[in-house]
């Protein structure tokens, strides 16, 4: 069993639908990462949390340290959106960003 | 601002053959830098991580070897080629600090044929 399991591996929605992400890990952490892998490779780090809640406009973040889970949701979906969604952590006492990555959500947004 | 440049976007190479991918970050001073590897359907998984010039660690064994020989140059290399080093490599640097992000360059695209 991975340490760090993201659900559903592959999400088809429609232009405006709310999405939502969950990543579980089994581990300790002292951070939270999700990232966007766009179709040509590159990384984007969309947010960093340790606890609560984070908002960066259309994406919400949020962590529940005590269940192991966070969730990325994504509000009036849009085609660009379409990308693989990562999520990783970085294990308490871990040195300095070493990350477990989960193996992504595969996200199609449809006009 | 900080920008992170990795090259080639692709390369193909034979089995047997070397190899060296270059990264280089501008902006910053004494980053942490960081190699990842990515196989098809598998997640990101570290390779290599620098927190200084010349000093490198070493997650997995493999074929490959790191190296830094300048604060803001990181190079990847291997002397020969095994068709199981294909896969997608991303540099990717960081600010020494707990909760600082990771930020990636675009990656590059390794075939060994």
């Known amino acids: 069993k991975n340490e760090v399991e993201q659900s559903p591996q592959n999400l088809t929605a429609q232009e405006g639908e709310f999405i939502t992400i969950n990543c579980s890990y089994s581990?300790?952490?002292?951070?939270l990462h999700w990232l966007q892998q766009h179709p040509g490779g590159g990384i984007v780090s969309l947010f960093m949390?340790?606890?609560g809640k984070k908002k960066h406009g259309r994406l919400i973040a949020t962590i529940n340290i005590q269940e192991k889970h966070s969730s990325l949701h994504i509000t009036a979906s849009h085609p660009r959106d379409s990308a693989v969604y990562i999520c990783?952590?970085?294990?308490?006492?871990?040195?300095?960003?070493?990350?477990?990555f989960g193996t992504g959500t595969l996200l199609a947004v449809q006009p | 601002s900080q920008t992170i440049h990795q090259w080639p976007a692709t390369l193909v190479q034979p089995v047997g053959s070397p190899l060296s991918l270059e990264c280089t970050v501008e902006?910053?001073?004494?980053?942490?830098l960081y190699w990842y590897r990515q196989a098809a359907g598998r997640g990101l998984q570290l390779l290599f991580y620098?927190?200084?010039?010349?000093?490198i660690s070493s997650e997995v064994p493999q074929n490959l070897s790191a190296s830094r020989p300048q604060d803001r140059q990181f190079i990847l290399s291997s002397k020969k080629l095994l068709l199981s080093d294909s896969g997608f490599y991303l540099c990717?640097?960081?600010?020494?600090?707990?909760?600082?992000?990771?930020?990636f360059g675009n990656g590059t695209r390794l075939t060994v044929t």
């Open positions: 990783a952590v970085r294990s308490r006492g871990g040195a300095t960003n070493k990350l477990i």
């Open positions: 949390l340790s606890s």
């Open positions: 902006g910053t001073s004494n980053p942490n």
């Open positions: 990717a640097w960081s600010e020494d600090s707990l909760f600082s992000p990771l930020h």
């Open positions: 620098s927190v200084g010039i010349g000093q």
């Open positions: 581990v300790g952490i002292s951070a």
